[in-house]
């Protein structure tokens, strides 16, 4: 199957800085990539959607100045937590399709963010 | 946003025996996806379903898309200790944007 790379696995910050996590794409390009957020023993919340070339869409109650999204070429998308505070921490997780309509998505193995 | 009623929410098994989990919605789905996680791993789609009515299957697993659209189920045969993790399902909706359900516990005693 289709494989997107996920990195970091695990970043512990100091509040207040910012952390970049990236979604790689390995074996085929995706216009389309998702970012979700995962508080433990629940489920998995879209955040935004990351379109290459163009700016992302946040869903409703998701900061865009906070976390800051760049889908730059067809296999890389980013989401930068900016200022992270304690609250911030969370299982971050992004996953890419193949095709447009987005019927098979691939998933990241995720980022376990940590903000002291 | 919405979400899928997925039950049940949690099996404690004996290796060996079959599961079966379910999701249902109040609205319709285009695809039907179930995945399953580790802990701290990003899901891995088992099976995907596109239409109404598809019985599908990938090894042990066998999931179907709900004749309305509104449903769909997985079952898991002759369980083995493996088999541990967070099932979800997921419906692909006319927005193109996945739907999860609130995830199956699966536990599998040896």
């Known amino acids: 199957g289709a494989v997107v790379s996920q990195h970091p696995s695990r970043v512990i910050c100091k509040s207040g800085t910012s952390v970049k996590i990236e979604c790689r794409s390995l074996d085929f390009q995706a216009t389309t990539m998702f970012w979700y957020r995962q508080f433990p023993k629940q489920s998995l919340m879209l955040m935004a959607t990351?379109?290459?070339?163009?700016?992302?869409?946040?869903e409703q109650g998701v900061e865009k100045d906070k976390f800051l999204i760049n889908h730059a070429s067809l296999t890389l998308s980013t989401l930068t937590v900016t200022s992270a505070h304690p609250e911030d921490s969370s299982f971050y997780i992004c996953?890419?399709?193949?095709?447009?309509?987005?019927?098979?998505?691939?998933f990241g193995s995720g980022t376990q963010l940590s903000v002291l | 946003g919405q979400q899928l009623n997925q039950s049940p929410q949690s099996m404690f098994i004996q290796e060996g025996e079959d599961v079966s989990m379910n999701c249902t919605s109040s609205s319709i789905f285009n695809t039907w996806l179930w995945y399953k996680q580790d802990p701290g791993e990003g899901p891995v789609l088992l099976i995907a379903?596109?239409?109404?009515?598809e019985l599908t299957s990938n090894g042990r697993l066998t999931a179907q898309f709900g004749i309305t659209r509104k449903d769909s189920f997985l079952n898991i045969s002759a369980s083995i200790p493996s088999d541990v993790g967070i099932y979800f399902c997921a419906g692909l909706g006319s927005n193109y944007k996945l739907t999860f359900g609130k995830g199956t516990l699966l536990t599998v005693n040896p």
């Open positions: 379903l596109y239409k109404a009515g």
């Open positions: 996953s890419a399709s193949r095709t447009a309509a987005n019927e098979k998505l691939f």
């Open positions: 990351s379109n290459e070339g163009s700016k992302a869409t946040y």
